[in-house]
């Protein structure tokens, strides 16, 4: 099984970029989605979570208002929507998959995990 995350890049502060993590149908449907992210020396962290359906959704506190989670089940594809960026969202972003419909904040709820992808932000 294998999650192949893109989009990533270097931008300035306040700049967009999308993020599009695509898999396997069987992998996708039927469970829930997220996007974590480490920084260097720093473990990895939550980022957002998407349920199955689309209609669940949590992020963290510091992307919150900023960053938006999506899903598309015809394309395989989860999005991570990312507006007004900060250098401290520097970090290697990484999609995941669950086992469930629904999945939370942390690691042990995903099963799948893409290579991830880097974003770095200059001020």
């Known amino acids: 099984v294998q999650l192949q995350a893109s989009g990533g890049g270097s931008v300035q502060a306040g700049d967009s970029l999308r993020l599009s993590c695509a898999a396997p149908?069987?992998?996708?449907?039927?469970?829930?989605a997220g996007w974590f992210r480490q920084a260097p020396g720093k473990e990895r962290e939550f980022v957002a979570s998407i349920s199955w359906r689309g209609d669940n959704t949590l992020y963290a506190d510091s992307v919150k208002g900023r960053f938006t989670i999506s899903r598309d089940s015809v394309k395989n594809t989860v999005y991570l929507q990312m507006n007004s960026l900060k250098p401290e969202d520097t970090a290697v972003y990484y999609c995941?998959?669950?086992?469930?419909?629904?999945?939370?904040?942390?690691?042990?709820?995903?099963?799948?995990w893409g290579q991830g992808t880097q974003v770095t932000v200059s001020s």
């Open positions: 995941a998959a669950g086992r469930k419909p629904y999945a939370g904040r942390e690691t042990s709820g995903y099963a799948y």
């Open positions: 149908k069987r992998t996708l449907s039927n469970n829930a």
